[in-house]
């Protein structure tokens, strides 16, 4: 939302781990399945990112996840990630205005 800058986060994970929670985005970002069975956690997420996007740390050249993360949250923040939450109850309500009824 812009309340608080994206590069100040410390723990950039959690935020990774709700979009991808609510986001299809190893599909949307294109990346290749993890190599453990147990399937996406947001480490993985950000891991693959910066493999594909060639983010290295510049003394030991590992994968920077921190980096990839950052990037991810700003693809969101941007708008390149669309997430969008309705209110609860908002679908029910919508449903029943949207189909009218028929005369008698």
Not at 7 to 32: D, I, K, N
Request: proline share 11%.
């Amino acid at each position: 939302a812009g309340v608080y800058p994206i590069s100040q986060l410390q723990e950039p994970y959690t935020a990774v781990g709700f979009l991808a929670a609510r986001l299809p985005l190893p599909a949307l970002l294109q990346l290749r399945p993890p190599s453990n069975a147990a399937g996406w956690t947001a480490w993985d997420l950000c891991e693959a990112w910066a493999e594909k996007r060639g983010y290295r740390t510049a003394r030991a050249a590992r994968t920077d996840v921190y980096r990839a993360a950052n990037s991810i949250l700003r693809l969101a923040a941007e708008g390149r990630l669309r997430l969008c939450l309705r209110p609860p109850g908002y679908a029910a309500q919508k449903g029943g205005e949207a189909t009218p009824t028929p005369p008698r």
